[in-house]
T-cell receptor
Framework: GAVVSQHPSWVICKSGTSVKIECRSL??????MFWYRQFPKQSLMLMAT?????????EQGVEKDKFLINHASLTLSTLTVTSAHPEDSSFYIC?????????FGPGTRLTVL | AQTVTQSQPEMSVQEAETVTLSCTYD???????LFWYKQPPSRQMILVIR??????QNATENRFSVNFQKAAKSFSLKISDSQLGDTAMYFC????????????FGTGTSLTVIP
C-alpha cells in the first residue's frame, strides 16, 4: 500500500529558530501533498496544499511567510516553520494524494521553548 | 462549501459487539468520494474504508462496512466484532471528485472498546 514518511517525528527548538519538516511518498509519486495542523482532541486543520513545481496554496489565516512550503519533487514536500514561537507548538501532519485517496504521514510533534 | 458533521463526539462498545458511527455531509457536487480514517493513540491516520459516490453498493473491508445513503447525504461506519485495537478517533472525510483535491474532515468520534 501507499506509504508516506515524515521526518522528524518530534522536535524541540528554541523560540526564534526555524524548523524544517520533510514529507515523502515512498512508493508512489504525488503531485499534490497537504499539510495539516492538529491540536489535542481536535480534527485536522488544513494549512496548505503543496503542488509539485508550483507555489503552495495556503488556507485563510495561515501565514505564508511563517510556514514555508516547498514541493521540489514528486516525492518530497517540506514545511519550514520560520522564527518559531511557543504558539507554533503543535502536531503537524502531511498527506500525499495517490489518485483519489490521501495517505498520511505519521506526524511531527513540534515543541517550541 | 462542503461540510462534514459527526454528531457523536464519544462512543463506547463492548468487545466483540457491533457499533455504528454516524456521518452526514452537505454538498452540491454529484461526483465525490467519502472516507473513514482511524487515528489511534499513535496519531497515525489510517485509511479504514472509502466509497465512490457513483457506486450504489456499500463498501466493505473485513469487519468494517458503510451505509451510504446518497440522497440523505449520510455515510455511517459499522464496525463488527469490535476489537480492543479499534479504540481510536474516527474521522469522516469528503473529497470532491474532479478538480478539487481538498479533504473536508468531520470533528471526529472517539471510540473506546471495552474489554
Amino acid at each position: 500500500g501507499a506509504v508516506v514518511s515524515q521526518h522528524p517525528s518530534w522536535v524541540i527548538c528554541k523560540s526564534g529558530t526555524s524548523v524544517k519538516i520533510e514529507c515523502r511518498s515512498l512508493d508512489f509519486q504525488a503531485t499534490t501533498m497537504f499539510w495539516y495542523r492538529q491540536f489535542p482532541k481536535q480534527s485536522l486543520m488544513l494549512m496548505a496544499t503543496s503542488n509539485e513545481g508550483s507555489k503552495a496554496t495556503y488556507e485563510q489565516g495561515v501565514e505564508k511567510d511563517k510556514f514555508l512550503i516547498n514541493h521540489a519533487s514528486l516525492t518530497l514536500s517540506t514545511l519550514t516553520v520560520t522564527s518559531a514561537h511557543p504558539e507554533d507548538s503543535s502536531f503537524y501532519i502531511c498527506s500525499a494524494r495517490d489518485w483519489d485517496t490521501q495517505y498520511f504521514g505519521p506526524g511531527t510533534r513540534l515543541t517550541v521553548l | 462549501a462542503q461540510t462534514v458533521t459527526q454528531s457523536q463526539p464519544e462512543m463506547s462498545v463492548q468487545e466483540a459487539e457491533t457499533v455504528t458511527l454516524s456521518c452526514t455531509y452537505d454538498t452540491s457536487e454529484n461526483n465525490y468520494y467519502l472516507f473513514w480514517y482511524k487515528q489511534p493513540p499513535s496519531r497515525q491516520m489510517i485509511l479504514v474504508i472509502r466509497q465512490e459516490a457513483y457506486k450504489q453498493q456499500n463498501a466493505t473491508e473485513n469487519r468494517f462496512s458503510v451505509n451510504f445513503q446518497k440522497a440523505a447525504k449520510s455515510f455511517s461506519l459499522k464496525i463488527s466484532d469490535s476489537q480492543l485495537g479499534d479504540t481510536a478517533m474516527y474521522f469522516c472525510a469528503f473529497m470532491r471528485g474532479l478538480a478539487g483535491n481538498q479533504f473536508y474532515f468531520g470533528t471526529g468520534t472517539s471510540l473506546t472498546v471495552i474489554p
